[in-house]
């Protein structure tokens, strides 16, 4: 069966803390944190943004893998902060793993979902036997404008998926998704921060998203909460993705593996793609993982995964925590200059 | 930068290519047509070599007077590094404190972004190093196992 | 091969030169050196000028029409050649003149050296300076020209014992003798405790360290040795000339303390005219960092690898010292127009070797070296001086 040949992720060395933040603004910071169930962000250094991330997820999926840049033929990375309007991050990433010049590159948007939206093509390449071997990546730097709710949030990482059909370390069984036009959260073409519906963000657009696409992917999978190990969803702050497994049935053993936004913040596109990592950094055999996916505007993308034996000879030392608690604590100062919130005017 | 002249050498910054000399047996990088120090004789007996990224610092400094394009690092470090393989290249060592490097430490290559070429230009990216063992600090914000669910 | 001689000289006031252009600086420096000598304009076979940087401060490519028309030589025609070598474009230009006269092919040469590096940003002079590194594979990966001449030092530092105190005995000491010289940019004195706690550039450099990037020009008219006393009673033979190259970039060397082109064109000067370091009386040395003049001691056998930090600040390189080095005040107090510090490096010694160097005189004289680099000394160029 097609699936993943290979994960990877990389979460900047820099956070700050949502108590440092609220400082700023005058608000009270542990009311933040414990309304978002928020206490950090990632931050990304002034040398990293989508691109460099991607590289160096996808890089770690290559190693784990041991596979070289001939074996990729599909490279699709999904992000609302690319660095380049047009000019694809993925043709990048691409040079980067010396995948060039024999593969299909493209960029993906769909606000949160666009990397989710990458593995179900590279599913239908791969599946369609027109390719070995495709990467989906998903990965963002996106911001909040400065003294919005989304600010406590907003935070920079991301993940890659080697999607093939051979060494398979985990299978992907089935795959749904649930979209309609609903304007929730959105960004205008050169505007620096998005914007969104505020309480709108709630009910009509994540929650209906997230349980239609659970309900409509465990009835094509004939499954039921219980059959599974572990579920995974987007997670724009640290309460959303409990209450909507909740609502599905799930329990706190199968969500709290997965859940990474308490820590990390919302890394948007990223999110599912870390959270599952962090899932495959300690899954068994034979394990059942549901992932479902929210992108705004709106979408969900769902995906029935069991993992299988091949995930035993994987390397992975590196895992998601260790990289979470590596994370410096950097003051309001630094991140706004880091983040280039700071008019540095224009010398040249 | 120009965008041919950045372009020309996407391979030798992203991956770090540069030759390997079947007849002498070094490694070079940038890449080298021929081995200086075997001359004519090594013309056609250099192949490219994807170099592994790991290193050791032999001498660096602190630059307070920043680069252009570096402004926003504050003081930063930069590092002559000796690959594995043998070469030696110049970089900025990066997420750490910079007064804490010293020669010998170890590092391994990351990928990041080095400029642009302006705010409407191409973004230049490649790599530059970072410790492969950070010094252990004692961080007292990390447990937050008291997360209310 | 003929014998070649320096019968006339001149040099500008070093600085922030607001009111005067490369044009000017050029003519200005020239018609001072041509007054010297006692030649005419006719009697010019040929004009070479060191520049390194008008493409970038003044996108003016093509310097040696500009100056040969500015100073009036277009209307003969006469034949003239920019050379550049970063740093070293002065002494490199001189090099040139001295071949084409000694090889037969000239017999009078003007050579001049002209620089103008504040018409723009500090940040684009600066970036302008580290162009004499690998663009390439240093600038672009983060080092400043500085950094660069710090890991140098550091490393002097780490396997010499080299000491903040030796580094900022060579900055204090030019500036005492630059307070002897009214064309240098900083006529006055500045002591060791400041050097030593002026900003930090790039560790261990400070501010004091490093020469600035200045305006400023210099010219020295050459003259085959025999028919020089048809102008001039005051002829300076040049009796050696050595050049070499090295590796643009520092980290393709195999030591990070040393700067071996400069050995190896001093050997190949000292070799021409079969003389040795301690035939020296007086030297200029391209200080374009403190630790640059330490390692060019070293380099030129002046004193021992490792030692000249100490040697230096147990007073032997000041004037009254063993071997007075930079009474010009050096590239750090004098001043720094890249393409004319070679020349202006001539100048000076060619004053000592006339006696015409006031109070920095450096008593009898005889035998003057100038060591040119450009770079990390990746070219290197040294000349010897001889009274006639």
Known sequence: ??????????????????????????????????????????????????????????????KRA????????????????????????????????????????????????????????????????????????????????PGDALEYSASAGGGALIIGREKVIANINHTTSYTTDTPDFWRREGQMYPRHGGRFTGKPAFFKHVQNCGMLIMEKAGTKPEDYDYIVTHQPNGKFPIRAAKSLGFTQEQFETGLLTPKIGNTYSGAIFLGLSAILDIAKPGDRILAIAYGSGAGSDGFDITVTDNIIDMDRTETVNNMISKMEIINYSTYAKFRGKLNMGTTK | MSVPRFWRELDTRYNLIGSYCKLTKT???????FDPDAGRESIGTMEDYQFKGTGEIINCTVVHQAQTGYEIFGPYCMAIIKLDEGPKLTSQIVDCEPNTIKP???????????????????LHYGTKFILREIPQVEDENENLSNIEL | MRDVSIIGIGITKFGELWDKSLRQLGLETGLSAINDSGITSKDIDALYIGNMAAGSTLQQEHISALMADYCGLTNNHVPATRVEAASASGGLALRQAYMAIAGG??????????????????????????????????????????????????????EYGTTREEMSAV?????????????????????????????????????????????????VVLCASDRASNYTKKAIKIIGSGQASDTLSLHHRKYLNRMPAIGVAAQRAFKS???????????????????SEIIALEEIGIFKRGEAGAKILEGETKIGGRIPVNTSGGLKARGHAPGATGIAQIVEIVQQLRGEAGERQVKNAKIGMAENHGGTAATAVVHILEAE
């Not at chain 1, 609220?22 to 990632?42: E, I, M, T």
């Not at chain 3, 240098?184 to 020469?211: H, T, W, Y």
């Not at chain 3, 200029?284 to 630790?291: A, G, K, W, Y």
């Open chain 2, 104 to 122: 010998g430490m170890k590092v391994k290559a990351v990928f990041r972004k080095l400029g642009e070429d302006s705010e409407s230009g191409i």
């Open chain 2, 27 to 33: 490694y070079h990088y940038p890449r080298r047509t």
């Open chain 3, 105 to 158: 092919f000239i017999d009078i040469a003007v050579v001049g050296g002209a620089e103008k590096m504040t018409d723009v940003s500090d940040s684009e002079s600066s970036y302008t300076v580290s162009m004499g590194s690998d663009e390439q594979w240093e600038s672009k990966a983060g080092a400043t020209f500085a950094s660069l001449h710090a890991i140098i030092a550091q490393s002097h530092i780490n």
């Open chain 1, 66 to 145: 041991k596979l070289t840049g001939d074996d990729i033929e599909a490279i699709y990375t999904g992000s609302e902060s690319h660095p380049y309007a047009v000019k694809p991050t993925s043709t990048i990433v691409a040079e980067a793993i010396s995948a060039t010049p024999n593969l299909t590159a493209a960029d993906f948007e769909f606000a949160c979902k666009a990397g989710t939206a990458a593995i179900q093509t590279c599913l239908g390449m791969v599946g369609y036997k027109q390719i070995k071997n495709g990467i989906a990546i998903g990965v963002d730097t996106s911001q909040g404008a």
């Open chain 3, 273 to 291: 005219c079969g003389k040795k370091p301690t035939d020296l009386d007086v030297i200029e040395i391209h200080d374009n960092f403190t630790i």
């Open chain 1, 1 to 62: 069966m097609n699936g993943i040949v290979s994960y990877g992720a990389y979460i900047p060395g820099y956070k700050i803390e949502t108590g440092e933040i609220a400082s700023v603004w005058g608000a009270d910071g542990s009311a933040w944190a414990k309304n978002l169930n928020v206490y950090s962000k990632s931050v990304p250094g002034p040398d990293e943004d989508v691109i460099t991330i991607a590289v160096e997820a996808t890089r770690q999926a290559m």
């Open chain 3, 171 to 219: 900055s204090s000491k030019n500036h005492y003798h630059a307070s002897m010289n009214p064309m240098a940019q900083f006529p006055f004195k500045v002591s060791s405790e400041a050097v030593s706690n002026s900003g930090i550039v790039s560790s261990p450099l400070r501010m004091l360290d490093c020469a600035p990037n200045s305006d400023g020009a210099a010219a």
